[in-house]
């Protein structure tokens, strides 16, 4: 399994941007599907951002659309989530994901490895 390791949560205001990131071990990052998921306090883990394994594909959630970016770097063993025009309700514990998923909506079954999770509070 592949071990993953999350950064760059924090404290932002509402409309400001925040960009995580997920560092991946291991040789073969490149044969696995990433993807952000996160937990609001009293709610289930939710889905957030997926991209397949070369990036041709890639799923959002329909309320981070058009606002949050997941990206992956092969060269870094690395994928990142730009979250932009932030918002009270993008308050959760965010967690980076590995697994495999191609040509269709991921689901949490997908994924087999999670990092421990890093917290991304906004502010109103």
């Known amino acids: 399994q592949v071990q993953l390791v999350e950064s760059g949560g924090g404290l932002a205001q509402a409309g400001a941007s925040l960009r995580l990131s997920c560092a991946a071990s291991g040789r073969t990052f490149v044969t696995y599907a990433m993807g952000w998921f996160r937990q609001a306090p009293g709610k289930e883990r939710e889905f957030v951002a997926g991209?397949?394994?070369?990036?041709?594909?890639?799923y959002y959630t329909n309320s981070v659309k058009g606002r949050f970016t997941i990206s992956r770097d092969s060269t870094k063993n690395a994928v990142y989530l730009q979250m932009d025009s932030l918002k009270p309700e993008d308050t959760a514990v965010y967690y980076c994901?590995?697994?495999?998923?191609?040509?269709?909506?991921?689901?949490?079954?997908?994924?087999?490895?999670w990092g421990q999770g890093t917290q991304v509070t906004v502010s109103s």
């Open positions: 991209i397949s394994t070369t990036g041709t594909y890639i």
């Open positions: 994901a590995a697994g495999w998923f191609g040509r269709r909506y991921p689901v949490t079954a997908d994924f087999g490895s």
